[in-house]
């Protein structure tokens, strides 16, 4: 498959962001092969769109295929996706739920050759300009759906607002993805016909599943009834009578033979199997020969039961085929019953307990919070529970793995499982090692919200906390403090004993403030030498004076320095909500402008507004 149009606009990038690009689409083709395993039902492939749409960042995704009709030329919207910025779906204007191909040529010849279509809205003519511009589409690529070497549809990807310069290995990826959804709607028609053909059969016949013929001991056919089975392979209605390598195929009459003298010599039932080419495909049967009474009672006859076995072996295959792929996932896949016990996981499950596969047959009827941190088993009980009642239809969690001294951080997404009655019968998940992630995520957090010297929250994440605190108390009719600190004279500490120093009566302080305070309070560095200090719950104004006493004497400890004792002391200024202030940014203002005077009256000391109010200009 070929690209048409430009790619060349897609600017170089660098070989370990390509290798991560490559990962990305790796990973997305996998999560497409697994959708497609399930079906090709219209949920099915719309979930595989929305896959697209979240790996490309496009705007829009969307499968036609083109209509079934003779002599149609065009194609019908099947199902779409669009992001969730998009204002609306394709499928909201007419002229996109149906396609004509004569009026957009280029389109057409360009995926009739089977070559991919890639377009920015100002290198088309003025019919496919007009098509894609009524929705603001800037770039399309559209890649053909070949079925055995005939366009059957495309599949569009179409972004909006902004051009979209394709890398090369995001085709290729696009264009194997494409080729699985081909793959997939061929199976599906192939089991459509295959289904149709056979209800025809069924309708016209009307008979059992089974074949059953009734033989004397010299091979002599006395009886048989079949149905559609018998006719497929080559039988006539008028065959009683002939031995059974006149009336049925070789290798079918064969195995009748092979299983008799068995039964002859005492075996109550014989199986048997045997295979026909049946216009060019082989068909499995299974047989079962016994000895029943004849219709007289006279004699004793053997009688052979066939049952054409071909799709039970089919599907065996198929889901063989499928525990293999399953296997070959990083994903843990698992089914639950409704109280969470194991009935059934993949490969991958031993991988995540870092186990040999051997040891872990006996974790089937365990349950699965077993195996997870006693921490996290509640919140995953809670989550088992909530889909067992149909209260949710799938929900993802966390929680840690026990793997050894160190745990592992394990994303779940769980489903419930409902029967053709719609009655939730199991719980399937995909549980998926998410450490590696998850603790980058956990630093990057760390990184943003506080402080790199003395892990004190910073700024962003106080100010957080005064707003979230102010809106309880508003609601509560409670009081909060805030207050703001400064370190006396400590350009004093930096100039003399360097900033190492003043480092470290940085982080000791911090220490220290932190030790005197409550759980629910928080000690922010608000930069330089001043901490602030936020305290919820401010309804006792004498506990609050102990607390800001407190932090002001547990700084006067001495702190050394590489053997240099060095004392520092703190001005505090400290304001309370509502009494001072009515919003979080008053209340700041006034704890600072407090701060100040009690360094203006001789620092080492601590000061509240409203004792101090008649002395400062608001």
Known sequence: ????????????????????????????????????LEGTSEQNLTEVLQLLVANTGIGCCALFLNKPEKDAHGAKLYCTWSSTEAVSQLSDFTQFREIDYQKLPLLFDTLHAGMVFSKSIAELPTEEAALFGSQQIHTALCIPLLMQDRMEGFLGLFSRDEPRNWLPIEVNVLCAITNSLALALVRKRAEQNL??????????????????????????????????????????????????????????????????????????????????????????FLGRLQMLPSETGENRNMVALIRDITELMQEEAQRLSMLETLNLLEEAIVDLSLDGFLLNFSGAWSKLLDLPSELTH??????????????????????????????????????????????????????????????????????????????????????????????????????EHLQQSIARAQRGNEKV????????????????????????????????????????????????????????????????????DRMRKVALKSIDLDGIETKVTLSIGLAIFPDDADSPETLMSMADHTMFHAKSVGRNNVQFFQDIRGTLKR
């Not at 070929?2 to 083709?29: C, F, M, N, S, V």
């Not at 009834?225 to 008028?238: A, K």
């Not at 065959?239 to 390598?245: K, S, Y």
């Open 195 to 284: 289904a149709a053909s056979s209800e025809r059969l069924k309708a016209l016949v009307g008979a059992t599943e089974d074949m059953i013929i009734e033989y004397d001991f010299k091979g002599h056919i006395i009886n048989i009834w079949s149905d559609s089975g018998s006719f497929s392979i080559g039988l006539t209605t008028d065959i009683t009578g002939l031995i059974l390598e006149q009336a049925l195929p070789n290798d079918m009459a064969q195995a009748i033979k092979r299983a008799t003298p068995k039964l002859l010599a005492g075996s109550t039932r014989e199986t048997f199997e045997f295979t026909l080419n049946i216009d060019s495909i082989d068909r499995f």
């Open 362 to 463: 006996d974790h089937v009827g365990k349950l699965l919070s077993n195996f997870v941190y006693p921490d996290d088993r509640a919140i995953l009980t809670t989550v088992i529970r909530e889909l067992a009642s149909g209260n949710k239809h799938s929900e993802v969690v966390r929680f840690r793995f026990l793997h050894g001294e160190d745990p592992i951080w394990i994303e779940a997404h769980l489903l419930a499982h409902r029967s053709l009655q719609g009655q939730i019968t199991a719980l399937r998940g995909v549980l998926r090692d998410i450490t590696s992630s998850y603790l980058q995520e956990r630093r990057i957090t760390q990184m943003a919200l506080h402080d790199a010297l003395t892990q004190l929250p910073n700024r962003i994440l106080l100010e």
């Open 481 to 548: 403090a805030l207050g703001f600190i400064d370190v006396d004279f400590f350009k004093h500490i930096n100039d003399t004993l360097g900033h190492k120093a003043g480092d470290m009566v940085l982080v000791t302080l911090s220490k220290r403030l932190q030790s005197v305070l409550r759980e629910i309070d928080t000690l922010s560095r608000w930069g330089g030498d001043e901490f602030v200090v936020l305290l919820p719950d401010a309804n006792s104004e004498e506990a609050i004076r102990k607390i800001a």
């Open 1 to 36: 498959m070929q690209a048409a149009g430009t790619l060349a606009g897609a600017l170089p990038i660098p070989i370990a962001d390509e290798l991560d690009l490559y990962k990305r689409y790796l990973k997305a083709l996998s999560s497409v092969a697994g959708v497609l």
